[in-house]
């Protein structure tokens, strides 16, 4: 669980040298509110790029997904809109 809404909190990583490309499903839950999204993440080496679609919530939008890159790793973010927020994701990875 997310205890804070610190905005950008990595909720997954992965080499560059090994992935280049992930789709995830993203959810996040808080209390008996539910928010799941899709986002395909892909970097050329240097910048990580991401689109989102496919996103749906119970009642109002728990969470914003971003995505980053060091030149090494890929990272996957999340910043909560509520403190106690848990999020469950699934990866599907395409290697480089």
């Excluded at 789709?23 to 050329?44: C, D, F, L, P, R």
């Amino acid at each position: 669980a997310l205890t804070t809404t610190v905005p950008n909190q990595t909720i997954d990583s992965y080499a560059i040298s090994t992935y280049r490309t992930a789709k995830y499903i993203i959810q996040a839950t808080n209390g008996g509110e539910v928010h799941s999204t899709e986002v395909i993440v892909t970097t050329n080496g240097t910048d990580a790029a991401i689109t989102e679609y496919a996103t749906m919530y119970s009642s109002s939008s728990l969470m914003t997904v971003s995505a980053d890159t060091d030149g090494t790793n890929v990272y996957v973010k999340v910043s909560p809109t509520n403190t106690n927020t848990t999020i469950d994701f699934v990866r599907e990875s395409v290697i480089a």
